[in-house]
């Protein structure tokens, strides 16, 4: 991953600490404490069907966020679109259609002895159509409901969302990797996305401290609608293992 060219000769360190209210914002933010987190951690899903269906559902949630990146790429000033089309390419193999992160979290469903036919049939949580359609306006504002954006900017809203869905990212690859260790599977390719979202943790903070000066209410209202449709994307995943 490659840093904004405009953010070059900021360190990390100093954007976090730039943006440390951000930071506190999602940590206060009851989605950062939700059930789910408990549940994963007590690393005890009762059957591998259950397990299957939270990836199922987890793959749902990803794939309609792998489509937003690439519409809020097209609203983005051109300092900004370059960390989106990176993430965007990181996501499906970075050249190698085979190495694409979606193949991989399937491959951890077949690790479990599932059979293809029962992932495609499994259904969609109710959570996770709320999420879809939560999330949505956020990535990807429409400027003809100008009184809904409050007259803030739709890059700077698309900033602060993409980066609580990174910073949140983080957290949800470290639980699920315990939660899948019962079953020999902590070591797969695709929890490697314990790395892979640190990385992207960074580049989003970075994106948005590019638009956090000068339109901080923007990146604040971006960040806590998606926070907001998170709690939706959690309960979902939670009903898949209750």
């Not at 960074?202 to 998606?226: P, Q």
């Amino acid at each position: 991953m490659t840093s904004l060219a405009l953010e070059d000769s900021i360190s990390s360190q100093e954007i976090r600490t730039k943006l440390h209210w951000l930071l506190e914002l999602i940590e206060s933010h009851p989605c950062s404490a939700h059930p789910l987190f408990a549940k994963l951690e007590q690393a005890d899903i009762e059957a591998t069907e259950k397990a299957a269906l939270l990836l199922k559902n987890y793959d749902a949630h990803a794939s309609h966020l792998r489509r937003l990146l690439l519409k809020a790429a097209t609203i983005m000033p051109e300092e900004a679109v370059g960390y989106i089309l990176e993430n965007v390419r990181n996501e499906y193999g970075n050249g190698r259609p085979e190495g694409r992160h979606q193949l991989q979290l399937q491959d951890v469903a077949w690790g479990l002895g599932i059979e293809r036919a029962f992932y495609e049939k499994a259904p969609v949580q109710a959570g996770i159509k709320k999420f879809i359609k939560a999330v949505t306006p956020f990535y990807f504002p429409i400027k003809e409901k100008k009184e809904r954006l409050n007259g803030l900017r739709r890059p700077a809203i698309a900033a602060g969302a993409i980066t609580a869905t990174e910073v949140m990212a983080m957290k949800e690859f470290k639980y699920l990797q315990i939660a899948f260790r019962p079953f020999g599977l902590a070591d797969h390719i695709w929890f490697d996305h314990v790395t892979v979202e640190q990385e992207h943790f960074d580049e989003s903070i970075t994106l948005a401290a590019y638009f956090a000066d000068n339109e901080r209410e923007a990146v604040k209202f971006g960040l806590l609608g998606v926070l907001d449709a998170n709690l939706h994307l959690y309960d979902g995943l939670l009903d898949t293992l209750t």
